[in-house]
């Protein structure tokens, strides 16, 4: 009888971050092809939509950088990997990696690392302390761009070593990212619930409020938006939770506040099912201030078939074709963004329709979670047949 390979994932919580879902994804396509999968993290919002049936969960404080914890964390995972019989461990951040590298390799089993974000560094400590994402049989890039920071900074960690290091586009689920999917009943009680305008154009900045996201920067460019004269009436939206950040939150209401953007600017905390807040929006931007490992906002868009805009730096300009599927506006700089924005806004409908529906074309083309889940798979195959 085949033996049925089995896969420990770690990873420190199970949000809804582009990492947590790509965990989840892969976590329940690998049943599908007859292996057996396994989740190792602290908590999270996505562990309540797991399906137990396919996928077993350890809850541990992965999440912690405790060299204690650290080291007790390496300990169980390690017992665990011998009472499951586990064949691939999958890290997916620095602090569970470390607890990952030790049971691994006391097990002799195999261990693969992604690179979810650029992790940078100004000493030797953090450097060494980052290096353990390098250190796996199997290295994953989320992007080109990522690619490119691992080579550069960590490169030495592949000279006269069999270790792979191989692009693996993150992918988003395109069904559940369709517009022809949406209950427009769902779309009309969103926008009653935050009294949205959908008479107005609607400008949609999703994302978690942090500092480099760029929320400043777009806040900026609808002050000069709001100084134009013939542009179409418009409300824009920040949707996204503060993590308790809530003195971030609070200087972004307050700049809007100085700049008299109260009717112009809505803050929601969060919504349910996105596709939902994407039905409402005319136009998705994308402002952030420093790289992108992927861009998801920017794909889920183009799934969407809506414009995007998206600053001109990271994984966003390999995820959408200029003057195509999207726009790139010169990073860091209002001026640039809301010339982008009006250039959108006097577009005629089948211009829009055209841009959504290469978007659309772009994203089941290259980043369908299918795809990514389907590469993935492969190269385990690959790891399993050289042990």
């Known amino acids: 009888m085949k033996k049925k390979i089995k896969v420990l994932q770690v990873i420190p919580k199970l949000g809804y971050g582009g990492a947590e879902t790509g965990c989840y994804d892969l976590a329940h396509f690998l049943p599908e092809q007859g292996w057996k999968s396994y989740i190792a993290t602290s908590g999270g919002g996505l562990l309540q939509y797991i399906d137990n049936k396919k996928v077993t969960i350890f809850k541990l404080p992965m999440q912690s950088k405790n060299p204690i914890l650290i080291l007790l964390n390496a300990i169980i995972l390690f017992f665990i990997i011998l009472f499951y019989n586990i064949d691939i461990v999958h890290a997916r951040s620095r602090a569970p990696a470390w607890s990952c590298y030790f049971a691994a390799r006391l097990s002799f089993r195999k261990f693969v690392t992604t690179f979810h974000g650029t992790y940078n560094f100004n000493n030797k400590i953090k450097k060494f302390y980052n290096s353990i994402m390098a250190k796996s049989d199997l290295v994953i890039a989320g992007s080109n761009f990522i690619f490119s920071h691992i080579n550069k900074d960590y490169g030495e960690y592949f000279l006269k070593s069999k270790r792979k290091l191989l692009v693996i586009f993150r992918g988003i689920n395109t069904s559940y990212f369709n517009s022809q999917k949406i209950l427009p009943i ?108 992927f861009g998801r906002v920017s794909v889920e868009a183009q799934s969407m078939q809506l414009p995007i805009i998206a600053s001109d730096i990271g994984g966003s300009k390999e995820t959408i074709v200029d003057g195509k599927t999207g726009y790139l506006f010169k990073n860091k700089d209002p001026n640039s963004l809301v010339d982008t924005i ?30 990514m889940c389907q590469t993935t798979f492969t190269e385990y195959k690959k790891l399993i047949r050289l042990s």
Request: proline share 4%.
């Open 342 to 371: 009006v250039m959108v806004m006097k577009k005629d409908y089948n211009s829009l329709k055209s841009i959504g529906y290469e978007g659309r074309k772009n994203v089941l083309k290259r980043f369908d979670v299918d795809k």
């Open 186 to 293: 769902k779309i009309e009680k969103f926008a009653k619930e935050h009294n949205i305008d959908r008479n107005k154009f609607i400008i949609l900045l999703p994302g978690r409020l942090t500092s480099w996201k760029g929320h400043k920067i777009f806040i900026e460019s609808i002050k000069l938006l709001s100084e134009k004269n013939d542009i179409p009436p418009f409300e824009a939206i920040i949707l996204g939770s503060d993590q308790g950040r809530s003195v971030y939150k609070k200087k972004l209401i307050v700049l809007t506040q100085q700049h008299r953007l109260g009717k112009n600017i809505k803050f929601i905390d969060h919504c349910k099912e996105m596709p939902v807040a994407y039905g409402v929006a005319n136009l998705v931007c994308s402002c952030s201030i420093e790289p992108e490992a």
